[in-house]
């Protein structure tokens, strides 16, 4: 045997002991050192699992909101002995967390700095979703997200967003519902962006340069034009906030009064001569013909493709022409707001009701922004509420119960 030792004892070197065979380990002293590692290392073979803190990050996804609200959106892989683990955030401010095993089933948690301790109760597969004010920034018109991202994830940015830069190439880039879905590498990344205009906006956009110029030509014949140009800065903060309706109601106020101003000015300039005053007046009568032929092909243009798709939505009308009706009935004497008739327009079209949830991802509202509106709606009898499966269900009442 190797490291030991059979001695045979001598009777006559032992008194008073017959022949014995001993037998004398010669690496006692190693053993001795091995034997607390060896059992060091039992203890942790049975205590460690049941108190496991590690996690595996699986999916991560990000979605922006105008606002610079961004919802994240992580799935962590756990071992079925782990009575809780820690999963590392995105940001440090966090709101409207929620944890869910692979069953859906809500997780109990507790949030400390920028990681959350999450009981797993057995669970395999842990889905997180939160929103964080910490991954986006604004310097004057560019906004940017930025994130260091362990894994590979996707980005959603709002509708109408152009992006300007980016710190690496990404994987892939589509567009979904005007919202450019960008797949990046792990790693750290900055995403440059700010926000474009189209259709509707550009026409809004337009006319707002318009009446900046009329307010230029009275400023310097030096006209007073303090109330057009309050009226002016408040139709550009509506455009800014993308409500081109209210934007375009203010333009034409301030339009109207610009217009007033000129022609009061005009009208104390020139004499009774239609002679005289053509004269002094042929590059303004040009322009305003000009203005109105190009607004007449415009108008022309619209119309048609306004022929045009109300031929290819027509299908659509007739299916929701019912639940539109009931909306009509009920919403007639209210002043609603435009972003509130959207958001009932498209209840109707799914059917008359949809989650709460469903409603944040079509419009891109936080949850705290979506849920005012809808108690908005609610107030107004349009809509109710009804819990179903831990989720509010928006539902458009009937005309019975809307009276």
């Given at each position: 045997m190797e490291n030991h030792e059979a001695v045979l004892c001598n009777p006559q070197e032992i008194p008073n002991l017959e022949g014995m065979l001993f037998v004398r380990i010669a690496d006692i002293l190693n053993r001795m050192l091995k034997a607390p590692l060896i059992l060091f290392g039992l203890l942790?073979?049975?205590?460690?699992?049941?108190?496991?803190?590690?996690?595996?990050?699986?999916?991560?996804?990000?979605?922006?909101?105008?606002?610079?609200?961004?919802?994240?959106?992580?799935?962590v892989l756990s071992s079925p002995q782990d009575?809780?683990?820690?999963?590392?955030?995105?940001?440090?401010?966090?709101?409207?967390?929620?944890?869910?095993?692979?069953?859906?089933?809500?997780?109990?948690?507790?949030?400390?700095?920028?990681?959350?301790?999450?009981?797993?109760?057995?669970?395999?597969?842990?889905?997180?979703g939160y929103d964080s004010y910490d991954l986006v920034t604004k310097n004057g018109r560019?906004?940017?997200?930025?994130?260091?991202?362990?894994?590979?994830?996707?980005?959603?940015?709002?509708?109408?967003?152009v992006v300007v830069g980016m710190t690496s190439i990404p994987?892939?880039?589509?567009?979904?519902?005007?919202?450019?879905?960008?797949?990046l590498a792990n790693g750290p990344n900055e995403v440059d962006y700010f926000f474009g205009v189209t259709?509707?906006?550009?026409?809004?956009?337009?006319?707002?340069?318009?009446?900046?110029?009329?307010?230029?030509?009275?400023?310097?014949?030096?006209?007073?034009?303090?109330?057009?140009?309050?009226?002016?800065?408040?139709?550009?903060?509506?455009?800014?906030?993308?409500?081109?309706?209210?934007?375009?109601?203010?333009?034409?106020?301030?339009?109207?009064?610009?217009?007033?101003?000129e022609g009061s000015s005009k009208g104390n300039s020139t004499t009774n001569n239609p002679l005289t005053y053509f004269s002094n007046n042929i590059v303004g009568i040009a322009t305003s013909i000009a203005a109105i032929g190009g607004a007449i092909t415009t108008i022309t243009l619209i119309a048609k493709r306004t022929k045009s798709v109300l031929k290819?939505?027509?299908?659509?009308?007739?299916?929701?022409?019912?639940?539109?009706?009931?909306?009509?009935?009920?919403?007639?004497?209210?002043?609603?707001?435009?972003?509130?008739?959207?958001?009932?327009?498209?209840?109707?079209?799914?059917?008359?009701?949809?989650?709460?949830?469903?409603?944040?991802?079509?419009?891109?509202?936080?949850?705290?922004?979506?849920?005012?509106?809808?108690k908005r709606l609610e107030r107004q009898g349009i809509i109710e509420i009804e819990k179903k499966d831990f989720q509010n269900l928006v539902k458009l009442k009937k005309k019975e119960e809307g009276l």
């Amino acid at each position: 045997m190797e490291n030991h030792e059979a001695v045979l004892c001598n009777p006559q070197e032992i008194p008073n002991l017959e022949g014995m065979l001993f037998v004398r380990i010669a690496d006692i002293l190693n053993r001795m050192l091995k034997a607390p590692l060896i059992l060091f290392g039992l203890l942790l073979t049975v205590v460690l699992p049941a108190n496991s803190f590690g996690s595996t990050l699986r999916m991560v996804d990000f979605t922006v909101y105008p606002d610079g609200t961004t919802h994240v959106s992580q799935e962590v892989l756990s071992s079925p002995q782990d009575a809780e683990i820690v999963v590392e955030l995105f940001g440090i401010t966090i709101e409207n967390f929620v944890a869910q095993d692979q069953d859906g089933l809500l997780l109990s948690y507790e949030i400390i700095g920028d990681t959350a301790k999450i009981d797993t109760f057995g669970a395999t597969s842990i889905f997180v979703g939160y929103d964080s004010y910490d991954l986006v920034t604004k310097n004057g018109r560019i906004w940017t997200f930025k994130v260091d991202s362990p894994i590979d994830y996707t980005l959603t940015l709002p509708q109408n967003t152009v992006v300007v830069g980016m710190t690496s190439i990404p994987n892939s880039v589509l567009t979904v519902g005007d919202q450019p879905r960008l797949s990046l590498a792990n790693g750290p990344n900055e995403v440059d962006y700010f926000f474009g205009v189209t259709g509707r906006g550009t026409i809004v956009g337009n006319l707002i340069s318009g009446v900046e110029e009329m307010v230029g030509r009275l400023e310097n014949q030096g006209i007073a034009t303090f109330e057009i140009k309050t009226k002016l800065d408040a139709a550009k903060k509506a455009f800014e906030e993308r409500k081109y309706d209210q934007a375009e109601k203010l333009a034409n106020e301030a339009k109207v009064l610009a217009e007033a101003a000129e022609g009061s000015s005009k009208g104390n300039s020139t004499t009774n001569n239609p002679l005289t005053y053509f004269s002094n007046n042929i590059v303004g009568i040009a322009t305003s013909i000009a203005a109105i032929g190009g607004a007449i092909t415009t108008i022309t243009l619209i119309a048609k493709r306004t022929k045009s798709v109300l031929k290819k939505t027509n299908h659509v009308e007739r299916n929701v022409d019912e639940a539109e009706q009931d909306v009509d009935d009920m919403s007639t004497g209210q002043e609603m707001r435009e972003d509130d008739k959207q958001l009932v327009e498209f209840i109707a079209q799914n059917g008359g009701q949809a989650y709460e949830r469903d409603l944040r991802k079509k419009f891109l509202m936080p949850r705290t922004t979506m849920w005012r509106a809808v108690k908005r709606l609610e107030r107004q009898g349009i809509i109710e509420i009804e819990k179903k499966d831990f989720q509010n269900l928006v539902k458009l009442k009937k005309k019975e119960e809307g009276l």
